[in-house]
Structure formats: C-alpha cells, structure tokens
C-alpha cells in the first residue's frame, strides 16, 4: 500500500465522520470547561466551611477524578467504542488496586477522621505509641513529628487512631505540677512560702489561677510537697526547670535538707565465724522396694509357676496311690 492510498483513506475517513470528529472535540471542551467550573465551585463551598484545607484539597481531587472518569467514557462511546467492557475491566483493575493498597487504603480512611476531628493541627506536641514531638505535617497517609532533640518521625495515620494521643498543644494554658521533698525536720510553712514565691518570681507564671503547693505524703524519709501553677503552653519548659532549679536554690539558702537515699558500707576486722558439722557424709543404703509385676516376662513367669506346682502335685498324688496299691 503506498503513500496515496493512505492519504486517500484519511480523506475517506474524514469526509464520511467529521461529524462524529466535531462531536468529539466539542464534548471534549465543553467537558473540560464543566470539569474546572464544578471544581471551582466546589473549592469556594468548601472554603466557606471550618474543613481543613488539606481536607478541601482531597474532595476536590476525588470530584475532579470521578468528573474526568465519567467524561472519558462519554467520549469512548462517542467514537463507538463499546464501555460494558471497558467498565468491566475498570471495575477488576480497582479492584486489584484496593487489595494490593489496602494498607494504605486504611491510613487515607484514617486521615480523613483525624482531619475532620480536628484530632490535632500542625505545631502541636503531641505524645503516641512512645514517641513525641511537634507535629510538623499531616496528609492522608502519614503524619510527621519532629522531636524535641530535632529527630525526624513519619508515623502512618492507622497507628495514630489506633492508639491514645496525647495533645500537650490542644488548649493555649498548660499546668506545671511538680513535687518537692525535704527532711522531716523541715517547717512545712516556709517551705511551702519558698515554692510558692519562686513560681511567682517567674513573669511567665500565672497568678490567677494563683500557684499552689501544700504537704501532700508523709514519705518513708521525707515531707513531700505538690505544687503546681499556670503558665502559656510555649513556655512550660522554661516554666519547669526555672522552678526546679530555684527551688533546689532557695531551699539550700535557707537550710532546708534535701533528703537522699544513702547506703552505708562496713569493714569487717574479724573472721566470721561460720559453724558446720566435720561428721562425714554416711554410707549410701540401698532402700529395699517390693519388685512390682509390670512386664509380660513377670506375668508368664507367674503363670509358668502355677502350672508347674499343678503338675507337682499332680504327680505326689500318684505316687501315693501307686504306693497303696
């Protein structure tokens, strides 16, 4: 077939479809249009919302998706193409798709519930499964944390439902508690004024609610003290350790024992004395145990006896009676 008669043919085609072609090409734009109108409309009726962004993002990626799917078949039956089939197919490649990810099927279900819950949002501190960290980034798959030692964890959004979090971040105030111990001796009401006017010294501290401390256990070797007081959720760090180390301070000014465990260590100057009995161990004496009949042996051997005293007797018993003859 040479150049000519194709040409010829892609004439043919055209002349005979063009129709069919400009049907095509108009379902094609006026789809494109209607795709990136509904989209538009949907991103503004999803902004009006307190839905996430990320969550916005996701709707309208799945409405944009379906619109495209449905647009294409419409343009495959155009052309006469048949789609029973091409549904069919569809439906099976889905199919397999959703089995091989269905791991990751459940951690997009699980980030769409923590983006709709407001479960937590980025720079919060949160605590779960034994990792913590300040969130840095949530999708549909995975959330990320940053540790406070500036470690990176990438945890899949399945182990966040599945598991208690703990959202330090979630409200702007933060409470510090903190305990205290010092040696019995100590005048509880001046140590109590010591804890209470070192957290007051501190600009970050609340005072109203006013900090607190009171006597709470009478320990094995110590009063120990509970104390806490209020501060802005950025601050609590600085809070705490501002306190425990001026705390430790005035304390040790004031000469207020810190009790410790403390463990005490003797030298011993003499050889212990250790009795014990010089008699040797006595001789081994074999228990005497009545021989039990388990074995077959033992119970033919039994049998054989029997009979064998049967046929003594037998045997006395005609001897006699040949004697008497």
């Known amino acids: 077939m040479d150049f000519a008669e194709i040409w010829q043919q892609i004439k043919d085609y055209f002349t005979n479809s063009y129709m069919s072609i400009i049907t095509f090409f108009a379902a094609l734009l006026i789809g494109i249009i209607v795709i990136k109108l509904i989209c538009t409309i949907f991103r503004k009726i999803f902004s009006r919302t307190k839905m996430e962004k990320i969550a916005q993002a996701f709707l309208v990626a799945i409405i944009k998706f379906v619109l495209w799917l449905i647009l294409i078949l419409v343009l495959l039956s155009l052309i006469g193409v048949e789609i029973t089939g091409i549904l069919t197919a569809v439906s099976a490649v889905l199919l397999a798709i959703g089995m091989a990810l269905q791991t990751n099927i459940a951690n997009l279900a699980n980030g769409i519930v923590i983006v709709s819950t407001h479960m937590f949002k980025k720079g919060d501190f949160i605590s779960v499964a034994g990792s913590d ?9 995975f959330t990320t944390l940053m540790t406070i030692d500036n470690k990176k964890i990438t945890m899949p959004n399945s182990m966040i439902v599945n598991n208690a979090v703990v ?5 702007p105030r933060r409470r510090v508690d903190l305990t205290f111990s010092v040696a019995y001796a100590s005048d509880v009401e001046q140590v109590k004024k010591i804890i209470t006017d070192v957290m007051k010294s501190n600009g970050a501290v609340y005072l109203d609610p006013a900090p607190f401390c009171r006597l709470k256990t009478l320990g094995q070797s110590s009063l120990d003290f509970f104390s806490n007081c209020w501060c802005d959720s950025a601050d609590y760090w600085d809070v705490y350790y501002y306190i425990v180390e001026n705390v430790y301070n005035e304390l040790k000014r004031n000469g207020i024992a810190v009790p410790f465990t403390q463990l005490e260590v003797r030298t011993l100057t003499e050889k212990p004395v250790m009795p014990f009995n010089a008699d040797p161990l006595p001789e081994r ?4 145990r009545k021989k039990e009949k388990n074995t077959v042996q033992d119970i033919l051997d039994d049998i054989n006896k029997k009979i064998e005293k049967r046929k003594k007797k037998t045997k006395d018993g005609k001897s006699k009676k040949s004697e008497k003859q």
Request: neutral net charge.
């Open 167 to 171: 959202n330090a971040g979630a409200n």
């Open 133 to 141: 960290g300040f969130i840095t980034e949530i999708n549909f798959l």
């Open 285 to 288: 004496k074999e228990k005497t």
